[in-house]
C-alpha cells in the first residue's frame, strides 16, 4: 500500500475507536475484519463486524456529538473520528445491515507521487 501524509497518531486513534465500536457490537464474540486497498490516488481502509447492525436512528445520528447508544458512552468517538478522517483530506462512509453488521470505510488521498 501506498503512504498517506498523515499524522500516524491522530489516525491510529480513528482507527482504534472504530475498532473498539465493531467490538462492542459483538457483545457474543464475532469477526472483525480489517483491510485496506488502493482506489486511484486513495487508500480505503475498511473495518467490519458482523455485530447487531444499526437501527435507522443510530445511522442517521452517527457523527452527530453527544449521541450514543452506550451506558458508559460519551457520543464524541464517531464525531472525533470523522473530524480527523476530514482534516486529513479524508472522508468516512459506513454500511449497515441490522443483525448483520457494520462496515465503515475511511477513504485517505495517497502521498503525491505515490
Known amino acids: ?5 498523515a499524522d500516524p497518531e491522530q489516525l491510529w486513534e480513528a482507527l482504534l475507536n472504530l475498532i473498539r465500536n465493531a467490538v462492542d457490537a459483538m457483545p457474543g464474540g464475532g469477526n472483525l475484519t480489517v483491510a485496506t486497498k488502493k482506489n486511484g490516488t486513495k487508500a480505503l481502509v475498511s473495518i467490519s463486524d458482523n455485530g447487531h447492525g444499526m437501527t435507522e436512528e443510530q445511522a442517521r445520528n452517527l457523527f452527530i456529538p453527544f449521541f450514543t447508544t452506550k451506558a458508559d458512552g460519551t457520543g464524541l468517538g464517531l464525531a472525533h473520528t470523522q473530524q480527523i478522517i476530514t482534516e486529513h483530506g479524508g ?4 454500511t449497515t445491515k441490522r443483525g448483520k453488521g457494520s462496515t465503515f470505510t475511511i477513504q485517505l488521498p495517497l502521498e503525491v507521487g505515490a
Open 91 to 94: 472522508r468516512i462512509d459506513w
Open 1 to 5: 500500500m501506498p503512504p498517506v501524509h
